[in-house]
Protein backbone atom coordinates (compact mmCIF):
# COMPACT_ATOMS: atom_id res chain seq x y z
CA UNK A 1 0.00 0.00 0.00
CA UNK A 2 2.89 2.38 0.90
CA UNK A 3 4.91 3.13 -2.06
CA UNK A 4 8.14 5.47 -1.66
CA UNK A 5 10.59 6.84 -4.65
CA UNK A 6 13.23 8.62 -4.13
CA UNK A 7 14.99 11.23 -6.54
CA UNK A 8 17.50 13.75 -6.70
CA UNK A 9 20.95 11.82 -5.87
CA UNK A 10 24.17 12.11 -8.10
CA UNK A 11 28.06 12.88 -7.94
CA UNK A 12 28.66 16.27 -6.54
CA UNK A 13 32.30 17.93 -5.15
CA UNK A 14 32.21 18.52 -1.81
CA UNK A 15 30.90 21.63 -0.62
CA UNK A 16 28.09 21.48 -3.11
CA UNK A 17 24.74 20.91 -2.48
CA UNK A 18 21.78 18.50 -3.57
CA UNK A 19 18.72 17.92 -2.89
CA UNK A 20 16.82 14.76 -2.48
CA UNK A 21 12.77 14.31 -2.86
CA UNK A 22 10.71 10.94 -1.74
CA UNK A 23 7.35 11.08 -3.08
CA UNK A 24 5.17 8.80 -1.10
CA UNK A 25 1.81 7.24 -1.71
CA UNK A 26 -0.50 5.99 1.05
CA UNK A 27 0.19 7.91 3.63
CA UNK A 28 -1.23 10.68 5.45
CA UNK A 29 0.33 13.42 7.88
CA UNK A 30 0.01 10.88 10.73
CA UNK A 31 3.43 9.21 9.76
CA UNK A 32 6.76 9.63 10.40
CA UNK A 33 9.38 10.67 7.85
CA UNK A 34 12.62 10.51 7.61
CA UNK A 35 15.99 9.57 5.64
CA UNK A 36 18.26 7.58 6.63
CA UNK A 37 22.08 6.33 4.93
CA UNK A 38 24.16 3.37 4.44
CA UNK A 39 27.79 3.51 4.12
CA UNK A 40 28.93 -0.15 2.62
CA UNK A 41 28.91 -3.30 5.30
CA UNK A 42 27.31 -0.78 7.97
CA UNK A 43 23.58 -0.54 9.18
CA UNK A 44 21.46 2.21 8.09
CA UNK A 45 21.21 5.63 10.10
CA UNK A 46 19.08 8.12 10.62
CA UNK A 47 20.20 11.17 9.28
CA UNK A 48 16.96 13.36 10.03
CA UNK A 49 12.90 12.88 11.09
CA UNK A 50 9.99 14.67 10.98
CA UNK A 51 7.29 13.14 13.34
CA UNK A 52 3.67 12.87 12.75
CA UNK A 53 1.45 15.50 12.72
CA UNK A 54 -0.12 14.30 15.79
CA UNK A 55 2.87 13.75 17.35
CA UNK A 56 3.95 17.42 17.74
CA UNK A 57 5.56 17.20 13.99
CA UNK A 58 9.61 17.46 15.81
CA UNK A 59 12.24 17.78 13.96
CA UNK A 60 15.47 15.67 14.53
CA UNK A 61 18.94 15.88 13.08
CA UNK A 62 22.25 13.38 13.61
CA UNK A 63 24.12 15.39 14.84
CA UNK A 64 26.66 14.61 11.73
CA UNK A 65 24.36 17.18 9.11
CA UNK A 66 23.06 19.42 11.94
CA UNK A 67 23.51 22.78 10.37
CA UNK A 68 23.97 21.74 6.47
CA UNK A 69 20.99 19.30 5.84
CA UNK A 70 17.12 20.52 5.88
CA UNK A 71 14.31 18.19 5.89
CA UNK A 72 10.91 19.05 4.99
CA UNK A 73 7.78 17.63 3.97
CA UNK A 74 4.44 18.53 1.99
CA UNK A 75 1.29 16.71 3.76
CA UNK A 76 -0.58 17.81 0.66
CA UNK A 77 2.05 16.84 -1.92
CA UNK A 78 3.09 13.73 -0.27
CA UNK A 79 6.71 14.65 -0.73
CA UNK A 80 9.50 14.42 1.29
CA UNK A 81 13.02 16.00 0.79
CA UNK A 82 16.11 16.57 1.79
CA UNK A 83 18.22 19.71 1.53
CA UNK A 84 22.02 18.91 1.31
CA UNK A 85 24.60 21.67 1.75
CA UNK A 86 27.81 22.10 2.25
CA UNK A 87 28.18 18.15 1.59
CA UNK A 88 31.48 16.71 3.09
CA UNK A 89 32.92 13.44 1.46
CA UNK A 90 31.97 11.43 4.56
CA UNK A 91 28.67 11.85 3.06
CA UNK A 92 28.61 9.65 0.43
CA UNK A 93 26.52 6.82 1.05
CA UNK A 94 22.83 5.27 0.02
CA UNK A 95 20.00 7.54 0.83
CA UNK A 96 16.59 5.56 1.79
CA UNK A 97 13.12 7.45 2.36
CA UNK A 98 11.41 6.14 5.76
CA UNK A 99 7.65 6.06 6.13
CA UNK A 100 6.70 4.36 9.86
CA UNK A 101 3.24 4.14 10.45
CA UNK A 102 4.44 5.22 14.27
CA UNK A 103 4.24 8.94 14.51
CA UNK A 104 7.74 9.14 16.50
CA UNK A 105 9.31 6.96 13.64
CA UNK A 106 9.60 4.35 16.08
CA UNK A 107 7.33 1.26 14.68
CA UNK A 108 7.89 -2.37 14.16
CA UNK A 109 9.63 -3.28 11.07
CA UNK A 110 6.29 -4.26 9.88
CA UNK A 111 5.01 -0.64 10.14
CA UNK A 112 7.93 0.69 8.29
CA UNK A 113 8.58 1.32 4.38
CA UNK A 114 11.42 2.08 2.62
CA UNK A 115 12.10 3.57 -0.56
CA UNK A 116 15.08 1.77 -3.31
CA UNK A 117 17.64 3.84 -1.72
CA UNK A 118 19.60 6.55 -4.21
CA UNK A 119 23.48 6.48 -4.09
CA UNK A 120 24.70 10.48 -3.33
CA UNK A 121 28.45 10.32 -3.56
CA UNK A 122 31.12 13.62 -2.71
CA UNK A 123 34.35 13.85 -4.44
CA UNK A 124 37.19 16.22 -3.00
Known amino acids: QVHLVESGGGSVQAGGSLSLSCAASGIDRSYCLGWFRQFPGKEREEVAL??????????KYADSVKGRFTIARDNSKKTLTLQMNSLKVEDTALYYC????????????????WGQGTQVTVSS
Open 50 to 59: IHGAYSDGGI
Open 98 to 113: LADRHGLCEGKPWDQS
